[in-house]
Each structure stands twice: as C-alpha cells, then as structure tokens.
C-alpha cells in the first residue's frame, strides 16, 4: 500500500536570469511524497517552467491531486495518464525509483552517487547586457569551466557576436568550447545569415535557433546551417517513441537536448536517445530549472549512460531557497559528495 501527497515550493533566484522568454525571477516545483508499508518515503519533483512546459496549465494541480489520490493506480499513469502532464510523469517515477532504493536519494547507485566521480558540465551564461554577460563569462572561465553556453537573442545580435569575439580572441575552440541557446529568437528568414557569422567563431553548436513547430523550415537550417543545431523546444509535447522518431527523421538535427521534465521522465527522454542513435543524432541533457530533488535524479541517470560530453546540470547554485543536499560544483563537475547531507527542513513547513 502506497500513501502520496504532494507540496509547492517556489524557488528563488539569486540573481534573475534572463532567457529571450523573459527574466525569470522565481521558479515553481510540486514535490511528491510517497510513503511504502515501511514508512520509507520516496520525494520527486515536478518542475514547470511557464510559458514553455505544457503542463504549465490552470488544472496541474488538480492532475496532481487526482494522482496522489489514486497512487495504488501508478502503472496506468506512467503508462499514458500523464502524457500531457511530463513533469508530473517525471515526479511520480521519480518518486517510485527513490522509493525502490530506499527512500535515500540515491536511485542509480554508481561510482558518481559514492563521490568518486563528477559529471563535466558546461558553465551557463544568462542573457543581459554585455557587462552583464562579460562579468559571467569571466567568473566561469575562472572557476575552470571549458565549455560554456550562452543564452543569446535578447540583446543586439552585435553586442553578442562583439562578446563571442571576446572570448575567441583569448580561448581558441580547442581551449573553451562554445554553445549559444537562442531559444527560438531568430527569424526564419535570418536565421542561417546570423548562423554564417556565428560559425566564424567556432562555434559548437546552437540550440533552437528558431521557434519550435516550424518543422519544414527546421530541416532546412539543420540542412544548411554552418554549425551543428541541437533542437530543445521541439521535441516538447511529443507522445510517443514514434513520433519522436518522425520528427527526427525529419527534420535530422545534429544533436537533441533532453529536459526529462519536459518530455515525461527518464523512460521517455531514453526513447528519445534511443531513436537519436538510430540516425546517428548525437545528445546531452540538461536540467529544467529544477531544484536539487530534479537535478539529483537526471545526474544520477545521465551518469548511467556514459555520455562523455559535458552535460548541462549546473542549475542548483542558481536559488537562495533550493533543497540543502549532496550536490557539489567542483573543478567545473557535478559531484554527489559525502560532505553535505540532504536536509529537507523546507519541504516538511
């Protein structure tokens, strides 16, 4: 027998972020509690995003109360209950693998959840002004990060190719690797000029270059763009491995990003990879936003799968108020380190 129930909390940013959505000054999460006959409780954590996650919709809560309510009924939820809630997918077999193990947080025990190992990650860089962006870049650069992404399409494109050139003229591609995020900012019918000039800073690849839902106009970029493209937003609201596999085949992007709040959790962001491998599509994942409850399940699982490219998990210093855990940035890696011990004070108000 299974008990569930669930409890907000809105994170708060340190600095606000900036995206080409907007500013993002806080940020909400819904955190399953699921209890066994032992009373071990396993946490996970639905994330939502405004504006961009599909379930970010007036009756989420309700969805969530409807779940934790009829838990015993769990199988049918990861089935297809929850294809059009993801986060709340991703929070219920979030939840039901901690509780698997223990109810200790560690899901996936590996030589990164004993601290042996980190996980490279690439050092995000928010949109602002150029100071703004430059102040960030050289803080990253500083503390050991080799690889940054930069959120672009906020400011004028010339004040960031400006920036970009800024680096370059002191890390060459094969010192500091660079990844911009535009988010969908760029225009179609300017979007490969502005990826010409981009390539001649040796760029990595770019993420979403123009809005998600523009298939046709997608596959022409992929096709002719200078730089490899990774789509993110597109693959949000998929329902299943077949679809999936169409959009790829489709449009044949050089990389996918994988959120798994976004696309429903561990079990579907693998079918993803899995129709990725098939066409040779490379991938990394990253967090969306979620607090340390989140980011500890995708670390634990991406660890799993051997990915040697830097992932995109440096998301938990972002928040005054995140959950207080195991997670360490050190030497520009994620690490899950003895020193620190989860403490779930914040939960439990």
């Given amino acids: 027998m299974f008990k569930a129930h669930f409890k907000k909390h809105t994170l708060v940013f340190k600095k606000p972020g900036g995206t ?13 509690f699921l209890k066994n006959e032992n009373q071990e409780t396993g946490i996970g954590e639905c994330s939502i995003i405004k504006g961009l996650s599909i379930d970010d919709r007036p009756d ?17 939820y990861l089935d297809s209950g929850l294809n059009d809630f993801p986060a709340i997918r991703f929070g219920l077999e979030m939840a039901l693998l901690d509780l698997k ?25 928010w949109m ?6 430059k102040e960030q870049i050289i803080s990253k650069i500083e503390d050991g990060f080799r690889c940054l992404k930069l959120k672009i399409g906020a400011i004028n494109f010339g004040e960031e190719i400006r920036l970009l050139k800024l680096i370059r003229k002191e890390f060459s591609s094969k010192e500091l690797e660079i990844r911009v995020d535009a988010n969908g900012a760029f225009r179609v019918n300017e ?15 770019i993420e979403q270059p123009i809005r998600a839902g523009q298939v046709e106009e997608m596959e022409k970029i992929c096709r002719l763009s200078p730089i490899p493209v990774a789509l993110d937003e597109e693959l949000i609201g998929l329902k299943n491995t077949q679809q999936a596999r169409q959009l790829l085949e489709e449009i044949e992007p050089q990389f996918v990003i994988l959120k798994p709040s976004l696309l429903g959790g561990i079990s579907k962001s693998e079918e993803i990879i899995k129709a990725a491998k098939k066409l040779k599509i490379g ?29 995109g998990l440096g998301t938990g210093q972002l928040f005054e108020n995140n959950i207080p855990s195991p997670l360490v940035i050190k030497n520009a890696s994620l690490f899950h380190g003895s020193q620190n011990k989860w403490q779930l004070d914040l939960l439990n108000k």
């Fill in 191 to 205: 979007a490969l000029e502005k990826l010409k000039i981009l390539s001649k800073l040796e760029i990595h690849s």
């Fill in 20 to 32: 080409s959505r907007g500013i993002l000054t806080t940020k909400d999460s819904w955190f399953i």
């Fill in 128 to 133: 602002g002004s150029f100071l703004e962006m």
């Fill in 60 to 76: 989420f809560e309700i969805k969530l109360e409807e779940v934790c309510k009829n838990i015993e009924n769990f199988q049918l």
């Fill in 283 to 311: 991938w990394w994942a990253t967090s969306a936003l979620e607090a340390n409850i989140g980011l500890n399940a995708i670390a634990q699982w991406v660890f799993t799968l051997k990915n040697p490219m830097p992932q």
């Fill in 101 to 125: 193990t223990g109810g200790n947080r560690v899901l996936f025990s590996s030589d990164f959840t004993s601290g042996k190992v980190g996980i490279p990650i690439n050092g995000l860089i």
